[in-house]
């Protein structure tokens, strides 16, 4: 089980993912704005954040930054559903996040890349302690 940031102001989508991923095991707090997770995240310890990318109040690539600086170790997931400027690739790297995702997305998808990502996490754990 993994504790688990998602960052979504969407209503519809946040809930269909929170459920989604509470029905894998996962923990999740979702928030509904940059500004709200940023706080939560500073508050919190997450194994891994999901985040849209457009957001009021602080957006998605702005909501990375923060979270790189505080947390470098953190995996982060990037959703959008608007126009990505470059390939998909080019813009997960650019903003050094470990996957990205178009909305709307193959939920099976994220829901092996959370595994994937929170498998690694929890193994690293264990060896540390």
Same mark, same amino acid.
């Given at each position: 089980?993994?504790?688990?940031?998602?960052?979504?102001?969407?209503?519809?989508?946040?809930?269909?993912?929170?459920?989604?991923?509470? &029905?894998? +095991?996962?923990?999740?707090? @979702?928030?509904?704005?940059?500004?709200?997770?940023? $706080?939560?995240? #500073?508050?919190? *310890?997450?194994?891994?954040?999901?985040?849209?990318?457009?957001?009021?109040? &602080?957006? +998605?690539?702005?909501?990375? @930054?923060?979270?790189?600086?505080?947390?470098?170790? $953190?995996?982060? #997931?990037?959703? *959008?559903?608007?126009?990505?400027?470059?390939?998909?690739?080019?813009?997960?790297?650019?903003?050094?996040?470990?996957?990205?995702?178009?909305?709307?997305?193959?939920?099976?998808?994220?829901?092996?890349?959370?595994?994937?990502?929170?498998?690694?996490?929890?193994?690293?754990?264990?060896?540390?302690?």
């Amino acid at each position: 089980m993994a504790r688990i940031l998602l960052v979504e102001d969407y209503e519809p989508i946040r809930r269909l993912l929170t459920k989604a991923l509470e &029905l894998d +095991g996962h923990m999740v707090t @979702a928030r509904d704005n940059g500004t709200q997770a940023l $706080t939560v995240f #500073i508050d919190n *310890t997450h194994d891994l954040v999901i985040t849209d990318m457009e957001m009021p109040y &602080l957006s +998605g690539p702005e909501l990375i @930054a923060e979270i790189q600086q505080l947390s470098p170790a $953190t995996p982060i #997931i990037g959703m *959008t559903g608007g126009p990505i400027p470059e390939p998909m690739e080019q813009e997960r790297q650019r903003l050094n996040i470990a996957a990205m995702f178009a909305k709307p997305m193959d939920l099976g998808a994220l829901r092996q890349t959370v595994h994937t990502l929170t498998a690694k996490n929890v193994q690293l754990a264990d060896q540390a302690a």
